[in-house]
């Protein structure tokens, strides 16, 4: 059985609160409950799975929201300042990812322990065998850096794969980011690197030079972080009413994020983010409004219209039935049959339109999305092999669903349209 986990987003600490403990002993909970779950089979007998592999698909450490790059050192430049300032955010998130990753690798190296069956094929109560476990860490946007800095050896020594793509039968998963037209740079700062080191990292530096605002901002950036880029107007303004509740200076505040818009705007035109300066405009427009939905759409739509990006070949039907899952996307839900499964975050905006651009074969943007992930879990997924989990096939269901009954959801639950 394949469990693919992403976008933990671990910080190095300095503007952005980490993620609830929480989050990580449900996740270990909920792998458990699925591994049995997979024993059932198809003909309603029971037998213990052979095997577990655990992916986390990308942005398992944030590197680029950081209070360490807003000096003059950018994550995108190249040079030994550069590689020494990357070492020092990943040796900071990796002390924070230590806890929730040792969990796993603990899992790893004890299996996970499922019920024995008997010759009629059913668990037998008090009688306990092991699962071996593999563990994998594949890089994605936000941890770039980490296959080509220390993260290998740093992985090796806890027994932990690390690369790009993780292929199985039938089956592949990476991190997609691609998918994302905010990620289209060449040789220049993405806009979706702009946006999270020229204005949210600056932003929370802001914030936490500010008595009494430190800690508020430091959930705010993390709540910032932990969505669309777009979306953050919309989840600012969220905070800032519970803010304004709580008797905090949400006014400050409101003011600090204009600046660090225009501050952002100027940077953004320096460094030749986007296709041209329409793009950047728009963006800048959209981060102004805050809560105003029609400022919003109309920002949208601008940005949209100029980006494009396609689906990596992975994604594409030209693979056939394969199932592939991508952890940066998020999931657009379409009734067509897909064979992707996206784990990015949901989104907040009402612009729900999809994006489709002109006839590019296997081309879809990722922009426009519909909510499937919750903030009491981390977004994950079981893959059943064979027949585990009485399926047949690839199949696939979300593991915050693990006790939900099977009946009446399709073999193959389309999700995201690679038209």
Sequence with gaps: MLVV??????PDGSVAALPRAALHARLIDDIRRTAVRAGMRHDGRY???ERLVVV???????GLVSGRWTGDVRPWERGRRVTARHEEVFRAAARHAGRPLAALTRLARRGVVVPATDRRGRPVVGARIVVPVHLVILAGDRDAAFERLHGRAWSERRGIGIGSVWNGEGFAVTHGAACDPLTAGGDRPTLLESLAVDLLARFGATLAERAG?????RRIVRNLADGQPFDMPLRLSAALRAITQEGSDADWITAAWHRSVDRWDRAARRAGCGNGHDEVAAIASWMHALGDGAATRTAARTVVAALAASL???ASRQRGHRLTVLGHPATSIDTAGGHVVCLGAPSMRPCAERAVH???????????TAPVVWPTRFPAVAIPEADEGGGHGAAWWPLWDVDAP????SEREPILEAA
């Design 5 to 10: 986990t992403a976008n933990w987003a671990i």
């Design 47 to 49: 037998r213990p799975i």
């Design 56 to 62: 986390l698909a990308g942005d398992t450490i944030d």
């Design 213 to 217: 605002v430190a800690d508020a901002g």
């Design 312 to 314: 990596p070949a992975a």
């Design 358 to 368: 002109g006839p590019v074969t296997g081309g879809v943007s990722c922009i426009e």
């Design 406 to 409: 099977r009946a009446g959801r």
